[in-house]
């Protein structure tokens, strides 16, 4: 089946602390990626969709500054927390659909845990 | 209505129960469907794929009413391992993105 990795799993840093999150499809490719946010207890909530090789598009209420996205090849997108502070301390998990059309169902990277201190 | 609905629960059922939980669905042009399985601090896993009137799988079988605009799973024979938090989703059309329900949260007890 379709496998997508996240790196890091982890990540305890301080405020104002940049942070780069990795997302790789590992026997595909995607030209689309998406990017969610969860907070506990909560659903997902889709932040942006990464386009390889074209700009980020992003969720209404989404920092496009603050969330650098880059999607520079057709196996890995990257999302950049600039300046992170405490109350973006949050879940980050990363999708990618390996049939590539609409209606197909996206499969997940193992996700991030962001803690800001 | 919301795009996606689910009674978020808990369920709380004992081992060997079967336990259905119902999701709502907004677009009556939606195609597709799918359920995916949450555990606590973990990513999403697609647990099920639902194009026409229903699947099956094993113990789980989801159910589709296009006329009501709701899908449902059944799981037979809970076990303690079917504890986990169940996520409806639906394609938003015409865009790749999903739309993903507040989930449901169903504990299995021994």
């Known amino acids: 089946g379709a496998v997508v990795s996240q790196h890091p799993s982890r990540v305890i840093c301080k405020s104002g602390t940049s942070v780069k999150i990795e997302c790789r499809s590992l026997d595909f490719q995607a030209t689309t990626m998406f990017w969610y946010r969860q907070f506990p207890k909560k659903s997902l909530m889709l932040m942006a969709t990464s386009n390889e090789g074209s700009k980020a598009t992003y969720e209404q209420g989404v920092e496009k500054d603050k969330f650098l996205i880059n999607h520079a090849s057709l196996t890995l997108s990257t999302l950049t927390v600039t300046s992170a502070h405490p109350e973006d301390s949050s879940f980050y998990i990363c999708?990618?659909?390996w049939g590539g059309g609409e209606g197909q169902p996206q499969h997940f990277g193992d996700g991030t845990r962001l803690s800001i201190l | 209505r919301k795009e996606v609905e689910q009674d978020p629960g808990p369920f709380n059922v004992p081992e060997g129960a079967t336990v259905a939980f119902n999701c709502t669905y907004s677009n009556s042009a939606s195609q597709s469907f799918f359920w995916y399985r949450q555990d606590c601090r973990k990513e999403p896993k697609l647990l099920m794929s639902v194009y026409s009137s229903g699947n099956e799988d094993g113990r789980f079988t989801a159910q589709l009413n296009r006329a009501s605009q709701y899908i449902s799973l059944l799981i037979r024979d809970s076990k303690l391992s079917d504890s986990a938090t169940y996520l409806c989703?639906?394609?938003?059309?015409?865009?790749?993105?999903?739309?993903f329900g507040q989930g449901t949260t169903l504990q299995v007890k021994p």
């Open positions: 999708s990618a659909s």
């Open positions: 989703v639906v394609p938003a059309s015409n865009t790749g993105k999903l739309i």
